[in-house]
């Protein structure tokens, strides 16, 4: 793909809106499309719900209402309260229409048109799916557009609704106008979407680049803008736990992507100068340096690659359980192992309980899942326990 010259706030390709929401409608981080009046963003949308075969619901800010968002109050005959009445509320079609199309596309549009107290009604919903009483599923990719806040009618958007965002900068180009025109909008592309188990393996990758990240500079954690109010576009997103989660979940279905379409993601979740500084930190990031998934059936070819580095088994021990949870069947025997090299290392260098520690951190509530899962039976936990001999597992799930 050819770079073309944008007067956007990213130096990237803005007429590729199409091929951004394409690639978040696959990750479900909400999004939030800002340009200009009349530049497309809503006809992109409908265009992806087309493409995609799912329905697009659309609400405009300017002519939403709260009760558009809970639902009309009405009074029902109730006998168990007081006045023998119970209120409820009715549920809004378009709730209706999410609910049984749970891979739809819920678009907010004009969102800066609206007022404060419907800006409020859409925290729950944007990052929750929680619509009053009512909750959609979600699967559901939520989407918003709105224009800058230098134009006449606009409201400034709320930090905590900014945060709740990947905020895509769009700017459509003359060659890309010209081209789509002419040929009747054709110019678009689709961007490469990771395969299931390509994310979960990835998904892991990313979560031990942030943590690593954040621990060499803690500040970034949570950089919340320190006057209370962002006029900068630049700064429109900003790291907190939340916007570091998007970017664990956009990376690991995207990362196949071009550099450059992967820089506007990462910098639409935590802003321009962390997003930079960021992305400079995963070019040399080396990550776990061990593939766990490699192991099973091999059980007992797994061994510490650095069993004197308290950090590096602590991340193993944290990522084999992030394993276990996403397939307890396949995972078990290998978790299991892990374990057991674990307390072994802990005798062999003197530093009991160190290690110890670390498995009794999530021995529980592994033990839980297994048992929740019905991989493992309660009547089995006797025999389970001789494969962990470290462990009276029978105490443990008595207590």
Not at 173 to 179: R, V
Request: glycine share 8%.
């Amino acid at each position: 793909m050819s770079k073309r010259k944008s007067t956007a706030i990213y130096d990237w390709n803005k007429n590729q809106l199409y091929k951004l929401l394409y690639g978040l409608y696959h990750t479900k981080v909400p999004t939030m499309i800002w340009g200009n009046p009349g530049g497309g963003k809503t006809s992109t949308v409908n265009f992806i719900g087309k493409n995609l075969n799912v329905p697009t619901v659309i609400r405009s800010g300017n002519k939403s209402d709260p009760v558009d968002f809970s639902g009309v109050p009405y009074l029902i005959d109730c006998a168990n309260t007081e006045g023998g009445k119970a209120l409820r509320y009715s549920e809004p079609k378009y709730v209706q229409i999410m609910k049984e199309s749970p891979n739809g596309i819920l678009f907010f549009d004009e969102i800066t048109t609206c007022s404060p107290v419907i800006q409020v009604a859409l925290l729950s919903i944007i990052q929750d799916c929680q619509f009053g009483e009512f909750e959609i599923p979600k699967s559901i990719y939520r989407v918003a557009a709105g224009n800058y806040n230098n134009i006449t009618g606009t409201h400034n958007m709320s930090l905590a609704l900014m945060n709740r965002f990947c905020h895509i900068f769009y700017d459509m180009n003359m060659e890309f106008f010209l081209d789509g025109f002419i040929s009747g909008w054709q110019n678009y592309e689709n961007c490469k979407i990771n395969n299931s188990n390509d994310q979960i393996d990835k998904n892991l990758n990313y979560r031990l680049a942030v943590t690593n990240f954040l621990k060499q500079h803690p500040d970034l954690l949570n950089s919340f803008p320190a006057d209370g109010a962002v006029s900068d576009p630049h700064e429109f997103a900003y790291p907190t736990p939340r916007s570091w989660e998007m970017i664990v979940k956009i990376l690991s279905v995207l990362d196949g992507n071009e550099g450059e379409y992967i820089q506007e993601l990462v910098k639409g979740c935590i802003g321009e100068t962390t997003g930079n500084f960021f992305l400079k930190f995963l070019e040399d990031h080396k990550g776990l340096e061990i593939e766990i998934p490699s192991f099973v059936g091999k059980e007992d070819k797994f061994r510490l690659p650095y069993p004197d580095r308290h950090d590096h088994v602590y991340q193993i021990m944290a990522s084999m359980v992030y394993y276990l949870e996403q397939d307890p069947k396949k995972y078990m025997e290998l978790w299991i192992h892990v374990i057991n090299v674990l307390h072994n290392e802990d005798n062999k260098y003197g530093n009991y309980a160190s290690y110890d520690g670390l498995i009794m951190k999530y021995l529980f509530s592994n033990i839980k899942l297994l048992l929740d899962t019905g991989i493992l039976l309660p009547s089995d936990i006797k025999d389970f326990s001789k494969k962990i001999p470290c462990y009276n597992l029978l105490g443990l799930i008595g207590g």
